[in-house]
Each structure stands twice: as structure tokens, then as C-alpha cells.
């Protein structure tokens, strides 16, 4: 591992200019990375102990610290009484061990579990732009079949931003001047267009401060993750589906989708085709096959073009009481 300066952040107030540095939350995915040498910052600026640690209800919305862990936040009262389809996400994620230090802002932030951004032998335009992409052509199944690219076609690994996605969830932003942002969730993350090595839309030393929730999210959610084990290990396909049904017709339908592109994808096409409308288990197909009009497949992960509106169909049809497949 390259040397590197540590220093400790006391609060958002207190943040300074870091060239060339990057934020430390749970270290469970920058660390590997500098291990490898794939992420060589000279600054690490320790932020877990910023203050940042806090779930707290303002103005009805919930405002959650970037240094909340993983199991604190899926643990939380509130969060599993109001906004279950996060707790379920979270819950589905990683370890224990592994949540008890994952940051929610560090969540958000982890990088692409592609093998060969991994691999420091192979092409990949993500870790060494211009280098090419192996996946391309290699062993692709776990890669994206919606907003690729021919220069990636790697997927966000995040189950956690899959539920926030659907919650209408927003990032709270600092820079070192004091300027702050909100930021959608749904607009955080990037597609890889020609730029892949470029993962989100935060500047060099952008930290985020809080996640903000919605306060009135809709009654029904649900998360599913498709994974080849039963734990520790990152979604094939997953979804996080929330609505409410008044006078028999759904409302506030937000389908978030993971597993299937560079970032966590909300499905707006199969939402307008279904807001308004009765339950319909004919219906969920025909918005699903809206949604994947785009999608393409790299061969060994063609599949998820199918399974993938499976899942959210299976999912509508559960949460709208017209039973399981
Ligand atoms: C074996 C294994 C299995 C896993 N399985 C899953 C899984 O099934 N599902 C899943 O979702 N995840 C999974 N993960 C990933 C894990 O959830 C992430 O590593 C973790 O959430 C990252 O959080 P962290 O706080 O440790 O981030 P760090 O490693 O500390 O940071 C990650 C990135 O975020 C940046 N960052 C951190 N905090 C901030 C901030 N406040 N502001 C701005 N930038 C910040 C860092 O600079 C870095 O670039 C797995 C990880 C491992 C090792
Ligand atoms: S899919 Fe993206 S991350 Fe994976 S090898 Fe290709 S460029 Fe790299």
C-alpha cells in the first residue's frame, strides 16, 4: 500500500481543501482498494468521528448522518417502522461484521465489484481510462443491462441505494468553501457514458453530510435481492417497490432497480405506465417489458433481461394482494 497522511475531520464545519485525499468512513471498500493499489490518495480524513452519527427527525422528514452505520440504520425504530423497504435492504447486504462498520455515506460512495476493475492485469476503462474493457467480452453476468456503455458495462453494487432510490431519497452535501448541495439519490450516481472512471456527480473533496427521507413514504414497500447465495453476496437483480392503493387504484409507485446498471435505476417508464391504474397482474408485465425496451444484454447476463421483471412483477403482485406467481 502507497503511504499516505491521516488526519480526522472534528466536524463539517471544520473541512479543508483535500488534494488528492479522500474520506474515510467504515474503510471497507477504500481500504481494499488501496490495498490493491487501484485507489492510491496521499490524504485519508478519518470522518467517523464528525458528528455525522445522528438519525433524527426534522420538519417530519428524516435526516440521517453519513457516518450511521449500516446495522444502526437498518435497526432504527423509525426506519423499520416507516421506511421498512431500507431496513430489509440494508439487512440483505454484506455481513454483520461488515455492516457494523459501513457508513451510510460510504455505501452510497463504494465502487464497482466488477472482477476486473479488481484485477490490476486486466483492461478496464474504470481503473485506467483508455485501457479497454474486458468484461465486454469476458464473464459478464453480473454486468448491466440497462444505460451501458461500449466503454463499461460494470453495475453500482449498493442494495441500500436501491431502496433510497425508491424512497425519493436526497444526499446533503459540504464542500471545504461551506457551499452546500442536495443532491437526489437518483441523480447522484453516473452512467459510464465515455467517462466510466467517473462513478458520480460529487467534486473532489464534496462530503456528504446526511441523507434526507421523505416523511410520508408510501404504506406499502417491499425489497427483494436474487443472489447465487443466500448471504454475503451482491445482487444478481434487486428491487425495492413502494406504493399505496387508494379507491382500489395505485398511487405514489416507485420502482427502484439493482443489479442492472451503473447506477441504482428508477424505473420511471414502468411507473407512468402504472400510476393510477387498478392492480392488473397483466399490467405489471406489460410497464416491466416498457421498462427493458432499451436493455441489452453481453451474453452471459442476458438473463436478467428476463428476470428482472420477474422480480418486479412478482413484487407488485404481493404488495397489491393479487398473490405471489
Ligand atoms: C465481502 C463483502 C461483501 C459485501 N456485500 C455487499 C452487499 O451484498 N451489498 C452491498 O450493498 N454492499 C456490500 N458490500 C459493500 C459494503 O457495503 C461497502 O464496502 C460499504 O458499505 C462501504 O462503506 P464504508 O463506510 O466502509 O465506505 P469506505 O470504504 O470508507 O468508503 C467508500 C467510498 O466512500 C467515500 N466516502 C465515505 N464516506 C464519505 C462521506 N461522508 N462523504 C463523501 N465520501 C465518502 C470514501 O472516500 C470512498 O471513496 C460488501 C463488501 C464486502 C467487503
Ligand atoms: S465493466 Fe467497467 S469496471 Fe468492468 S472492466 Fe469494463 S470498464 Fe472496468
Known amino acids: 500500500m502507497k503511504p499516505f497522511e491521516?488526519?480526522?475531520?472534528?466536524?463539517?464545519?471544520?473541512?479543508a481543501t483535500i488534494a488528492n485525499g479522500r474520506f474515510l468512513g467504515g474503510g471497507t471498500n477504500l481500504i481494499d482498494l488501496m490495498k490493491h493499489q487501484i485507489e492510491t490518495p496521499d490524504m485519508l480524513v478519518d470522518v467517523t468521528r464528525a458528528g455525522m452519527d445522528r438519525i433524527e427527525e426534522r420538519d417530519g422528514a428524516v435526516v440521517i448522518g453519513s457516518q450511521v452505520s449500516n446495522?444502526?440504520?437498518?435497526?432504527?425504530?423509525?426506519?423499520?417502522s416507516?421506511?421498512?423497504?431500507?431496513?430489509?435492504?440494508?439487512?440483505s447486504g454484506a455481513t454483520q461484521q461488515l455492516r457494523n462498520k459501513a457508513t451510510t455515506g460510504g455505501n452510497l460512495l463504494q465502487r464497482t465489484r466488477c472482477q476486473y476493475f479488481y484485477d490490476t492485469t486486466r483492461a478496464c476503462n474504470k481503473r485506467e481510462p483508455g485501457s479497454g474493457c474486458d468484461a465486454l467480452n469476458g464473464l459478464?453476468?453480473?454486468?448491466?443491462?440497462?444505460?451501458?456503455?461500449?466503454?463499461?458495462i460494470a453495475v453500482h453494487p449498493s442494495d441500500m441505494a436501491v431502496a433510497m432510490v425508491a424512497l425519493d431519497a436526497v444526499v446533503h452535501t459540504r464542500n471545504a468553501d461551506g457551499a452546500e448541495r442536495r443532491i437526489p439519490v437518483a441523480d447522484l450516481h453516473r452512467l459510464p457514458g465515455d467517462r466510466p472512471d467517473l462513478d458520480h456527480v460529487l467534486e473532489d473533496g464534496e462530503l456528504i453530510v446526511a441523507v434526507e427521507l421523505p416523511g410520508t413514504p408510501p404504506r406499502r414497500q417491499?425489497?427483494?435481492?436474487?443472489?447465487?447465495?443466500?448471504?454475503?453476496?451482491?445482487?444478481v437483480v434487486s428491487a425495492a417497490v413502494v406504493l399505496d392503493i387508494d379507491d382500489g387504484e395505485m398511487r405514489n409507485l416507485r420502482i427502484g432497480l439493482g443489479g442492472v446498471a451503473h447506477k441504482p435505476w428508477r424505473a420511471t417508464r414502468a411507473e407512468a405506465a402504472l400510476e393510477g391504474k387498478a392492480p392488473d397482474a397483466a399490467l405489471f408485465m406489460q410497464a416491466m417489458k416498457r421498462e427493458m425496451?432499451?436493455?441489452?444484454?453481453?451474453?452471459?447476463?442476458?438473463?436478467?433481461?428476463?428476470l428482472a421483471p420477474r422480480v418486479v412483477v412478482s413484487m407488485l403482485k404481493e404488495l397489491t394482494g393479487l398473490g405471489e406467481n
Open 6 to 15: 491521516y488526519s480526522r475531520l472534528e466536524s463539517p464545519q471544520h473541512l
Open 71 to 80: 446495522t444502526n440504520l437498518a435497526a432504527d425504530p423509525l426506519i423499520r
Open 82 to 91: 416507516r421506511y421498512s423497504v431500507l431496513s430489509s435492504a440494508l439487512l
Open 140 to 152: 459478464n453476468r453480473f454486468h448491466a443491462i440497462l444505460g451501458a456503455s461500449e466503454h463499461c
Open 222 to 235: 417491499a425489497y427483494r435481492k436474487v443472489r447465487d447465495r443466500a448471504s454475503y453476496a451482491f445482487a
Open 293 to 306: 425496451a432499451d436493455a441489452s444484454g453481453y451474453g452471459h447476463n442476458d438473463f436478467k433481461m428476463a
